[in-house]
């Protein structure tokens, strides 16, 4: 069962950790594991920060002065002894990194709130309802400090998690904004994130080049039974535009924030028949569902999965199952 209090005995009782998280990072995830890291550093913890996939440009403000490790180069270290704990995970295959660093460590911790969750690990602390990862570590340490009566929230932690709530909550407007996620936001501003720099950074720092994709992916435009929207961005558009796969996810919401559109979906070409689509809901169907027929998962609101097939036949494809939930 979740239980706080012993994952946060063994944080402090333990001295070697790994953190990371999913494939395709996003602001969530590196949110979560850049504050777990942050506080494991701060109590003095050797913490490595293991991740195979790299972040997206506008969420490079928040990993620069991190030294970010491949499998390989953790590998090589020749560390035996260590804990894991993954964050944002929804499902364990998910985690990035190689099989043998997940299965020799010591102890798994999982911190999750994605639907799909199985509450693997050894310690888990999952909230399928909560707003963000982010959220869940935020209440970790609160309670930490709570234990302690050591101060545990500082700047810099304060500034990754306000980054994963804004991300994940749609900067406080999706349907899984609760009232404790308004009273995260005002704590962690006045615990001193800067709110400025993650806003500027996470949603108006768009390169050029990430506009003329958009125009293209808005060209593809398509509606189906008035509620399903569709939208690509094929490897052709990447090229054209010089964007890179990672650096797309800002496309998706265009979709679902159609009028009467009750799903949206984007396509997204990342290799020959490899098709990455991201769902999104307004108000009532749960595309978790959807991608869960293509072996993906998320949440009711935001989901996604992976089809091996043409971009064409993916559209078809999920169209069908769109159907089913409008
Ligand atoms: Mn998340």
């Known amino acids: 069962m979740n239980n706080i209090d012993n994952i946060i005995n063994y944080l402090n009782g333990s001295n070697d950790f790994i953190v990371t998280s999913h494939i395709n990072p996003d602001g969530d995830n590196i949110g979560s594991t850049?504050?777990?890291?942050?506080?494991?550093?701060?109590?003095?913890?050797?913490?490595?920060?293991?991740?195979?996939?790299?972040?997206?440009?506008?969420?490079?403000?928040?990993?620069?002065?991190?030294?970010?490790?491949?499998?390989?180069?953790?590998?090589?270290?020749?560390?035996?002894?260590?804990?894991?704990?993954?964050?944002?995970?929804?499902?364990?295959?998910?985690?990035?990194?190689?099989?043998?660093?997940?299965?020799?460590?010591?102890k798994l911790i999982n911190?999750?709130?994605?639907?799909?969750?199985?509450?693997?690990?050894?310690?888990?602390?999952?909230?399928?309802?909560?707003?963000?990862?982010?959220?869940?570590v935020y209440n970790l340490l609160k309670r930490n400090e709570e234990i302690t009566k050591v101060k545990t929230i500082d700047e810099k932690i304060a500034t990754c998690l306000y980054t994963g709530l804004m991300t994940d909550t749609g900067k406080l407007t999706y349907s899984n904004t609760q009232a404790s996620s308004f009273d995260m936001a005002k704590n962690l501003l006045l615990a001193g994130a800067d709110t400025q720099l993650v806003v500027q950074s996470v949603f108006g720092s768009n390169p050029f080049?990430?506009?003329?994709?958009?125009?293209?992916?808005?060209?593809?435009?398509?509606?189906?039974?008035?509620?399903?929207?569709?939208?690509?961005?094929?490897?052709?558009?990447?090229?054209?535009?010089?964007?890179?796969?990672?650096?797309?996810?800002?496309?998706?919401?265009?979709?679902?924030?159609?009028?009467?559109?009750?799903?949206?979906?984007?396509?997204?070409?990342?290799?020959?028949?490899?098709?990455?689509?991201?769902?999104?809901?307004k108000s009532y169907a749960d595309v978790s569902k959807i991608a869960k027929v293509f072996g993906g998962g998320g949440h009711i609101r935001a989901a996604g999965c992976t089809i091996y097939d043409t971009i064409e036949n993916a559209k078809e494809k999920i169209i069908q199952e769109a159907l089913k939930e409008i």
């Open 209 to 281: 080049n990430f506009y003329k994709l958009l125009g293209e992916a808005l060209n593809s435009l398509e509606i189906t039974n008035i509620k399903i929207a569709t939208m690509c961005v094929t490897q052709d558009m990447l090229k054209r535009t010089g964007v890179d796969f990672k650096d797309t996810d800002g496309v998706t919401p265009y979709a679902r924030d159609i009028e009467n559109v009750e799903i949206g979906i984007l396509l997204k070409e990342k290799g020959n028949n490899e098709i990455k689509v991201s769902l999104r809901s």
């Open 34 to 106: 850049l504050s777990m890291y942050y506080f494991l550093k701060n109590l003095n913890k050797r913490v490595y920060y293991v991740l195979d996939d790299s972040a997206p440009l506008n969420l490079q403000f928040l990993v620069n002065d991190i030294n970010r490790i491949s499998s390989q180069e953790f590998k090589e270290m020749n560390i035996n002894d260590y804990n894991l704990v993954a964050l944002d995970c929804g499902d364990k295959n998910r985690i990035c990194l190689d099989d043998n660093i997940m299965s020799n460590c010591n």
């Open 111 to 136: 911190i999750d709130h994605h639907d799909s969750n199985d509450l693997y690990g050894d310690y888990y602390y999952v909230v399928k309802d909560a707003s963000s990862t982010c959220e869940l």
